[in-house]
């Protein structure tokens, strides 16, 4: 078993950053590989972000890259989403999820709660 609880997330003006955590409990946290999706009003979650269990190979959506950067601790038991130059439509709640980096979100095991971010224009 795998708990996620995120934090970091706020109100924030366009241009701005954040940086999202995501803490994991459990000894096998360095096994999995994670991932952060989003999901604003009305809309289907989608993917944001992934990252190898190492560390060593990440993955984004099309819409984040160059702007935003995962990566983790695994003796933190901590992955982060690193978000500069944010825009209105980043606007979300962002969840981080355990147990693949890829886009499909069926593919992965354990789901956080999810932390708001608000980016105001």
């Known amino acids: 078993q795998v708990q996620l609880v995120e934090s970091g997330g706020g109100l924030v003006q366009a241009g701005g950053s954040l940086r999202l955590s995501c803490a994991a409990s459990?000894?096998?946290?360095?096994?999995?590989?994670m991932g952060w999706f989003r999901q604003a009003p009305g809309k289907e979650r989608e993917f944001v972000a992934g990252?190898?269990?190492?560390?060593?190979?990440?993955n984004y959506a099309d819409s984040v890259k160059g702007r935003f950067t995962i990566s983790r601790v695994n003796a933190k038991n901590t992955v982060y989403l690193q978000m500069n130059s944010l825009k209105p439509e980043d606007t979300a709640v962002y969840y981080c999820?355990?147990?693949?980096?890829?886009?499909?979100?069926?593919?992965?095991?354990?789901w956080g709660q999810g932390t708001q971010v608000t980016v105001s224009s």
């Open positions: 990252i190898s269990w190492s560390g060593g190979s990440t």
């Open positions: 999820a355990a147990g693949s980096m890829l886009a499909r979100a069926s593919r992965y095991e354990y």
């Open positions: 459990g000894r096998t946290f360095s096994s999995y590989d």
